[in-house]
């Protein structure tokens, strides 16, 4: 079992950028694909990116490719959502999620770990 820890988050202003950090606890970091999710106040959670349990396939939702990159580094057990060019309608608690996997295809749902989640707040 895999236990999921949020950093990163914070408020920031319209244009700006932002890092999130996921680590993750527990044996066989590799064998599980990852994404990051948010939910915006009275709104549902939504996907917002994923990767593979290689790190070689990304997949991102709509409202942010071009500005939302995500990444993994195998030998510190870390997950990576690096944010551009956020506006406001990017505020949400942001939330890393894990699966394990035995293919190497992103996953949009069916997670089955998930950390508290870290707050992204953009001003205008």
């Known amino acids: 079992q895999v236990q999921l820890v949020e950093s990163g988050g914070g408020l920031v202003q319209s244009g700006d950028s932002l890092r999130l950090s996921c680590i993750a606890t527990?044996?066989?970091?590799?064998?599980?694909?990852f994404g990051w999710f948010r939910q915006a106040p009275g709104k549902e959670r939504e996907f917002v990116a994923a990767?593979?349990?290689?790190?070689?396939?990304?997949f991102s939702a709509e409202s942010v490719k071009g500005r939302f990159t995500m990444s993994r580094d195998n030998a510190k057990n870390t997950v990576y959502l690096e944010m551009n060019v956020l506006q406001p309608e990017d505020t949400a608690v942001y939330y890393c999620?894990?699966?394990?996997?035995?293919?190497?295809?992103?996953?949009?749902?069916?997670?089955?770990?998930w950390g508290q989640g870290t707050q992204v707040t953009v001003s205008s």
């Open positions: 527990g044996p066989s970091f590799s064998r599980y694909a």
């Open positions: 999620a894990a699966v394990m996997s035995s293919g190497d295809d992103p996953w949009i749902h069916g997670y089955e770990f």
């Open positions: 990767i593979t349990r290689t790190g070689g396939r990304t």
